[in-house]
């Protein structure tokens, strides 16, 4: 059976939430940001959006645009609180979310959606929840897919609420601009279009398949499946509330890939200790990147064990890293594990023929496994290796 998933996205969140607390501004352009000679904005309110003003637009070129702009500094502690009650309120209807950022998360829906006489009934009563108990608008997207649930939240904004089947995707998204594509980069975009991919359908077409790959790269493969409706329906979600999680604010912000790698592992080193002398394991791993205009965005992915190792924590963190970095400049890094559980109650149960096996043997014999051919060894096995060598020819 197909799962159906929702992606659920705030509507101008930050906006939104002054409107809230500030309701003389509400249907006038909004925008937070900051109003120094140097400042951009973060987010604006549908008005603005009216008149050109967008994210990411430098101050003074937005009032340009719209003379009669208002411009808030971010109360990120406030957006931080009413983000705590939007998830809270969710988690009244499942446990099964995964939060991707302060103002949007997907939610597993399969067994409880079947309770409701009309498969949108859920939708709406989920995003009228919202408005009326929070005061907040949403639109959800509803999909087999956690691709599919994000480009269809993204087709209704503000306050609708989309579907794409997996026969849809033909209608519904092959006609979007291939910018539309979650997953593909701004900078990508522009590469694609230069050799004539246009739309998502011209990316999908497989007489364009080879000028995908060459501008894709390593990243086609999943960007394909995703556009085919083949992609993932798994959510990564703890099944504990328990976490723990280290951060850092940096003073100046980190741009390139390599940079952000060094600073994770050094989150890693310091997050990895720490559990291990609290003596907990956990078995999800999640990263947060803040970027300069103070988006976050909440990447996770399950660990092939409970662990507190550094190094299966630090690959862990790599490949979220090389998966979803964008070089838009971050100037916060954070780190957590979820799942937790003390290392006593924890039970691997091995079988009468397991021998104990050390976390980088475990690693090595799973590797030797997978690549056809490969006699991985520790250093310290091939010298031993190499002794054993030495005294059968009686050197």
């Given at each position: 059976?197909?799962?159906?998933?929702?992606?659920?996205?705030?509507?101008?969140?930050?906006?939104?939430?002054?409107?809230?607390?500030?309701?003389?501004?509400?249907?006038?352009?909004?925008?937070?940001?900051s109003n120094s000679a140097r400042g951009v904005l973060s987010t604006c309110n549908y008005a603005a959006r009216e008149y050109g003003v967008h994210s990411a637009m430098p101050s003074y070129q937005a009032k340009q645009l719209c003379p009669d702009l208002v411009i808030l500094d971010a109360d990120h502690k406030y957006y931080r609180s009413l983000s705590n009650q939007f998830f809270a309120y969710l988690k009244q209807y499942t446990g099964k979310i995964e939060v991707l950022s302060i103002d949007e998360c997907f939610m597993?829906?399969?067994?409880?959606?079947?309770?409701?006489?009309?498969?949108?009934?859920?939708?709406?009563?989920?995003?009228?929840?919202?408005?009326?108990?929070?005061?907040?608008?949403?639109?959800?997207?509803?999909?087999?897919?956690?691709?599919?649930?994000?480009?269809?939240?993204?087709?209704?904004?503000?306050?609708?609420?989309?579907?794409?089947?997996?026969?849809?995707?033909?209608?519904?998204?092959?006609?979007?601009?291939?910018?539309?594509?979650?997953?593909?980069?701004?900078?990508?975009?522009?590469?694609?279009?230069?050799?004539?991919?246009?739309?998502?359908?011209?990316?999908?077409?497989?007489?364009?398949?080879?000028?995908?790959?060459s501008v894709l790269k390593n990243a086609w493969p999943e960007i394909q499946e995703r556009i085919m409706g083949r992609s993932s329906d798994e959510l990564i979600y703890s099944s504990t509330r328990k976490s723990v999680s280290h951060s850092k604010t940096y003073s100046t912000d980190v741009y390139t890939i390599d940079e952000v790698i060094v600073r994770a592992s050094e989150l890693v080193k310091e997050l990895s200790a720490a559990m291990q002398k609290q003596q907990i394991k956990g078995s999800v791993f999640s990263m947060i990147f803040r970027d300069s205009q103070f988006n976050n965005q909440v990447r996770s992915t399950k660990l092939p064990c409970m662990t507190n190792d550094y190094y299966i924590l630090n690959e862990a963190a790599r490949s979220l890293i090389y998966r979803y970095f964008e070089p838009v400049g971050y100037r916060h890094l954070g780190i957590s594990v979820g799942s937790l559980a003390n290392e006593e109650k924890i039970v691997d149960q091995p079988t009468l023929f397991d021998d104990f096996k050390s976390t980088t043997k475990d690693v090595i014999a799973n590797l030797n496994t997978q690549i056809e051919g490969a006699k991985l060894m520790t250093l310290s096995q091939m010298l031993k290796e190499k002794e054993n060598q030495k005294n059968e020819k009686g050197e």
């Open positions: 059976m197909a799962k159906v998933l929702f992606h659920i996205d705030l509507n101008a969140f930050f906006a939104s939430a002054e409107e809230l607390r500030h309701p003389e501004l509400k249907n006038k352009p909004l925008a937070i940001g597993d829906v399969t067994m409880i959606i079947s309770k409701y006489p009309r498969p949108l009934d859920l939708a709406v009563q989920i995003q009228q929840g919202v408005l009326h108990k929070l005061g907040l608008k949403c639109s959800i997207g509803v999909a087999p897919t956690r691709f599919l649930a994000k480009m269809a939240s993204d087709l209704r904004k503000p306050m609708g609420i989309s579907v794409i089947r997996k026969r849809d995707i033909e209608s519904k998204l092959y006609p979007l601009d291939v910018g539309a594509c979650f997953g593909v980069g701004k900078k990508t975009v522009g590469k694609l279009k230069e050799v004539g991919i246009n739309t998502i359908g011209d990316l999908a077409n497989p007489e364009h398949e080879d000028l995908a790959q």
